[in-house]
């Protein structure tokens, strides 16, 4: 009887191009653009440049783009490099089922390996199918409790991005299995570095992406990697959760795309805050009520997110994108929760930090019973006149419910990359994107 391993990767070295519908190879091209516009818009965020300086003076042969500068290097300090790079504004890619963002972790492997191959564009979305099935199936299959302690994106994620790199280099299904097996030996990242606000959390999908693509190589040259890494006594499931699931890993493998229910984000913070966000927006209807006025604003969320977000002090920009009243403070005030908002003077706002002593968050056992499938939340604003302003979200802006179009992809791809890209240069990206089956080598995407 197959592993979960060898099933996963008897898919991944036999699903190909073909395979996909013409919606899906548009889905597919539409996160390629969206992950490819967060890359560029982390580039010079302090904990990315800090890896790129560790990468360029690691030298390397010029097999891959560094992104943040355009400059090459090994295709490993590539994955590391544009992985970092990819998560830090957090506006890359979500699926919530999976609770994994797939994009920063698996497309940085991927793309690297392409480069270095001289893959085409066919290829790259060919592997990016594969490498998003099986991190997406892996995370699953780890169950929620996974996520109390280990940071999905850095663990689940490198199992993707070995597949995915694995699919660019050829493997045969035993080099797959084996590439996941010292995929899941390699795979970590703790959520420790929230609490205090350390740099952590950029190396993980950095380290996924990396650790995949150097598993996928070692498994060209015949490197051996454990077989039942996923379902073994001293596996991955049994190290990492307390409710994993093995039968979902492989459920309905080859005939459901589980990649189709991704998210593309509509505002620059963590997935769980963009519930609450938009039930504040609708609340409100775009009227934004005066401060003053307000007595309470009144949370209902699901369990996972009090516990990941409950206990975040916007004690700089990039915590402010987990502290849940910052965000709902923000909508109310502005109307939108984009980049512009996670800024020193923003935090310093006296609007918003009045706004956020009245922000009182709870636990709903309604909405905690749709988690992970949907992650809805319910706000009450509650007004000094008696009045309440109440809406609720399970679809924000951006879910497969609720999608981004791609003219929207598009303008955030443009607004993500003003004063990075020339403009003209830009609009070449997005239309090469658009046209990505039929580029002969990846690597033009740069030059």
């Known amino acids: 009887m197959k592993t979960i391993?060898?099933?996963?990767?008897?898919?991944?070295?036999?699903?190909?191009?073909?395979?996909?519908?013409?919606?899906?190879?548009?889905?597919?091209?539409?996160?390629?653009?969206d992950w490819l516009g967060s890359a560029y818009a982390g580039a010079s965020q302090k904990p990315v440049q800090m890896v790129l300086a560790v990468a360029k003076k690691q030298g390397g042969a010029p097999q891959a783009t560094l992104i943040p500068d355009g400059s090459r290097s090994s295709?490993?300090?590539?994955?590391?490099?544009?992985?970092?790079?990819?998560?830090?504004?957090?506006?890359?890619?979500?699926h919530k089922e999976s609770v994994l963002h797939p994009a920063a972790a698996i497309i940085p492997a991927i793309l690297a390996a392409a480069e270095s191959e001289g893959s085409s564009g066919r290829e790259l979305i060919q592997a990016m199918a594969v490498g998003y099935e099986v991190g997406i199936r892996v995370a699953v299959g780890a169950g929620v409790s996974h996520y109390n302690f280990w940071h999905t994106t850095g663990t689940c994620g490198t199992f993707g991005a070995a597949a995915g790199a694995g699919?660019?280099?050829?493997?045969?299904?035993?080099?797959?299995?084996?590439a996941l097996g010292s995929a899941g030996t390699q795979a970590s990242g703790l959520w420790a570095f929230l609490v205090e606000n350390a740099m952590s959390k950029q190396l993980h999908p950095g380290k996924a992406a990396m650790n995949g693509l150097l598993a996928a190589l070692l498994a060209r040259e015949g490197f051996t990697g454990a077989v039942s890494i996923l379902?073994?006594?001293?596996?991955?499931?049994?190290?990492?959760?307390?409710?994993?699931?093995?039968?979902?890993?492989?459920?309905?493998?080859?005939?459901?795309?589980?990649?189709?229910?991704?998210?593309?984000?509509?505002?620059?913070?963590?997935?769980?805050?963009?519930?609450?966000?938009?039930?504040?927006?609708?609340?409100?209807?775009?009227?934004?009520?005066?401060?003053?006025?307000?007595?309470?604003?009144?949370?209902?969320?699901?369990?996972?997110?009090?516990?990941?977000?409950?206990?975040?002090?916007?004690?700089?920009?990039?915590?402010?994108?987990?502290?849940?009243?910052?965000c709902v403070a923000t909508a109310l005030l502005?109307?939108?929760?984009?980049?512009?908002?996670?800024?020193?003077?923003?935090?310093?706002?006296?609007?918003?930090?009045?706004?956020?002593?009245?922000?009182?968050?709870?636990?709903?056992?309604?909405?905690?019973?749709?988690?992970?499938?949907?992650?809805p939340a319910e706000v009450e604003i509650h007004l000094r006149d008696g009045g309440i302003l109440r809406s609720r979200c399970w679809d924000p802006k951006g879910d497969p419910e609720n999608p981004l179009t791609e003219e929207e992809v598009r303008e955030k791809f443009m607004e993500l990359t003003e004063g990075i890209l020339p403009e003209s240069r830009a609009a070449r990206i997005c239309e090469m994107v658009m046209e990505l089956e039929r580029v002969d080598r990846v690597s033009r995407l740069f030059h």
């Not at 300090?77 to 890619?93: T, W």
């Not at 699919?167 to 084996?178: A, E, N």
């Not at 939108?336 to 930090?353: C, H, S, Y």
């Open 5 to 33: 391993s060898e099933k996963l990767a008897d898919f991944s070295s036999r699903f190909d191009y073909e395979s996909l519908t013409r919606d899906q190879i548009a889905k597919l091209k539409l996160y390629f653009l």
């Open 75 to 94: 295709g490993l300090m590539a994955a590391l490099v544009n992985g970092a790079s990819s998560h830090v504004v957090e506006m890359d890619d979500l």
């Open 167 to 178: 699919r660019i280099l050829g493997l045969s299904p035993q080099q797959m299995t084996w």
């Open 231 to 326: 379902e073994s006594e001293k596996g991955f499931f049994r190290a990492t959760s307390r409710d994993f699931d093995e039968k979902r890993c492989v459920d309905g493998l080859g005939k459901e795309l589980w990649f189709e229910r991704n998210s593309l984000k509509y505002h620059a913070s963590c997935g769980h805050t963009h519930s609450a966000i938009d039930a504040t927006i609708e609340a409100t209807k775009g009227k934004r009520p005066d401060p003053e006025r307000i007595s309470t604003i009144r949370v209902k969320i699901y369990r996972a997110a009090l516990d990941l977000l409950g206990n975040v002090e916007p004690k700089s920009p990039y915590l402010a994108k987990f502290c849940l009243p910052f």
């Open 334 to 375: 502005y109307g939108r929760v984009g980049l512009g908002a996670f800024t020193p003077e923003r935090l310093a706002d006296k609007k918003i930090q009045d706004l956020m002593r009245k922000v009182e968050m709870e636990e709903d056992p309604e909405l905690t019973a749709l988690y992970p499938r949907k992650w």
